[in-house]
Each structure stands twice: as C-alpha cells, then as structure tokens.
C-alpha cells in the first residue's frame, strides 16, 4: 500500500485520535514543564532536552566560567566550548545506551566511559548552564 492511501485509510484516523492526548500534553507542558507521558521513558527524554538546551547554549552563548585563571578569553572560550562538546557527547553516549541495545562489548564500554566522563563535567559546571 502506498504512503497516500496508508494515509487515508489509517494516518488520518491515527492523527485525529492523538488529539486530545497531544493537547493534554502540550498544556501540561505549559503549565508544569512537562507532561505525564514524557515521564513513560524520562531518562531518554530528558537526554533529549539537555541535549538540545546544551547545543542552544554552546551556539549562543553570552557565558565564559569565571575559572579562566590567567588565561586570555579566547584560550578559556576554547576549552569551555571543549567541555560544553564533551558533556553533549555524554548525553548522546547515555540516549544512544537506551535506544541501541545492540552495540557490541567495545563499543558499550566505549559508549560508558564517554558518558561518564560526560555526565562528570555537567555535574562539575552544573552552575555555569545560563545565558
């Protein structure tokens, strides 16, 4: 069956009856910031939020750590975008575990150790995420 008449027989149908679902969700989101359903799977979710929140900042950040000790402003935007890259890729190592049971030994371990190390930094700049 194509995708039009897919559509047609089932998508329409599919989309109709999300309605009250997705409008609960959208104004549960509104009034609580998030929704009952975001919780059925709230660490993959959650990785999707800090993951965007965190490119959001790494691109339009006005925010410097005041940890550059001695260094020029530019060295210190160089290694708080480095530790800003390293924490994403921790978030995206965890939402990758989730979602991929069916990486191998290596690159599970791989995967852990990026997260971990990921996860360490946000916990160590946890204060520093503002704009």
Not at 88 to 110: M, Q, S
Request: with cysteine.
């Amino acid at each position: 069956m194509n995708n039009f008449l897919w559509w047609i027989r089932y998508g329409i149908w599919t989309w109709l009856s999300d309605r009250p679902r997705k409008t609960k969700s959208f104004l549960q989101r509104g009034w609580r910031g998030w929704a009952d359903e975001d919780t059925w799977d709230f660490d993959y979710y959650l990785t999707k939020v800090i993951i965007g929140g965190l490119k959001h900042l790494k691109k339009y950040q006005n925010i410097l750590p005041t940890w550059k000790e001695g260094k020029s402003e530019i060295e210190a935007q160089k290694e708080w975008n480095e530790i800003f890259e390293k924490i994403i890729i921790g978030f995206e190592c965890a939402r990758l575990l989730i979602n991929e049971p069916g990486l191998d030994h290596n690159e599970k371990i791989e995967a852990e150790r990026l997260k971990n190390e990921g996860f360490d930094l946000f916990k160590r700049y946890f204060n520093c995420f503002w704009d």
